[in-house]
Nanobody
């Protein structure tokens, strides 16, 4: 059984930082593409960042480039999203996902965490 558990969300002032964690069980993060997505009410789930398996490439949506960093710890089977210089526009529920393809399309990701709320105040 595959389980993804996110943590690290919370309330932060604009300009602040948060680090999200996604602990996986049932699958090995080092051989899968792991993605972070976010969603606000009334909008579709949006790609934020992803990290591929064995070749460890990273990809970001334009609005977070230079501010967010995705990484992983193979020993802990955990993926992280370091978020710096946060703005109110980053406010959303953040989800991690595990998929078999290197893609920003949420539909190709088979497994999802429960989400963690990130709120950035102005």
């Amino acid at each position: 059984q595959v389980q993804l558990v996110e943590s690290g969300g919370g309330l932060v002032q604009a300009g602040g930082s948060l680090r999200l964690s996604c602990a996986a069980s049932g699958r090995t993060v080092s051989v899968n593409t792991m993605g972070w997505f976010r969603q606000v009410p009334g909008k579709e789930r949006e790609f934020v960042a992803r990290i591929t398996g064995s070749d460890i490439r990273t990809f970001y949506t334009d609005s977070v480039k230079g501010r967010f960093t995705i990484s992983r710890d193979n020993a802990r089977n955990t993926v992280y999203l370091q978020m710096n210089s946060l703005t109110p526009e980053d406010t959303a529920v953040y989800y991690c996902a595990l998929g078999g393809l290197n893609s920003p399309n949420p539909r190709v990701y088979a497994y999802w965490g429960q989400g963690t709320q990130v709120t950035v105040s102005s």
